[in-house]
Each structure stands twice: as C-alpha cells, then as structure tokens.
Nanobody, 121 residues
Framework: QVQVVESGGGLAQPGGSLRLTCTASGHLISFNNIGWYRQAPGKERIMVAIITNGGSAYYVDSVKGRFTISRDNLKNTVYLQMNDLLVEDTAVYYC???????????????WGQGTQVTVSS
C-alpha cells in the first residue's frame, strides 16, 4: 500500500502561521514530486506548492512570499510553512505524492485525506 497522511491543520487568525506536514510511505516505492493542493467551498482544487526530488519549488502566485515548501527525502516527508495567513487561505489542504515501483516504470499518484485550515478572526 501507498499511504499519504497530512497533519497540522487547524484554526489561525489572519496574519498567523501554521505548518502542515505530509508523510508518504510504501514498500519498495520511490517517491517523486510531492505537492500541496487546496480546495475551498464551491471552488476547484488548485495546486498551492509542489517540490521536486531535487528540491525545486513552485507556488501559486497568491501564496508566493508567504508559504514555503520543503522536504526531507529520507523521511519522505514534505512540509508547508504558511505565514501571514489570509482569510482567503481557508480550505481543505491535500497532499499528493507521485511515485513509482522501484526507480522506473509507470508513475502513479496518491492523495491524502486532507486537513482543514481555517483562517478567521
């Protein structure tokens, strides 16, 4: 089985901070790009930040300068540090991990269950 588990969501005030954690696991699995996505009520799921195996990070424009994605390849863990939170950041945040069996072959991906982030005064 490939499992993706998120944690760290909760309630924060505007201007506050939260750190989300995504841990991916699987027997004989090689993980590739891992990203954070979010979905607000009534809106489509969008990519928030993604990080490659080499450590290159990409962000949606609305979070640039406020969010930072990082990864620990040994632990297959990705973090999303969210600073200067806005009410507009309120959403369910999902982690998506791309992976292969071993180091080659077809690529698959697995979603986590999501963690709620609520920004409110």
């Amino acid at each position: 089985q490939v499992q993706v588990v998120e944690s760290g969501g909760g309630l924060a005030q505007p201007g506050g901070s939260l750190r989300l954690t995504c841990t991916a696991s699987g027997h004989l699995i090689s993980f590739n790009n891992i990203g954070w996505y979010r979905q607000a009520p009534g809106k489509e799921r969008i990519m928030v930040a993604i990080i490659t195996n080499g450590g290159s990070a990409y962000y949606v424009d609305s979070v640039k300068g406020r969010f930072t994605i990082s990864r620990d390849n040994l632990k297959n863990t990705v973090y999303l540090q969210m600073n200067d939170l806005l009410v507009e950041d309120t959403a369910v945040y999902y982690c998506n991990a791309a992976w292969k069996y071993g180091g080659s072959g077809s690529e698959y991906d697995t979603w986590g269950q999501g963690t709620q982030v609520t920004v409110s005064s």
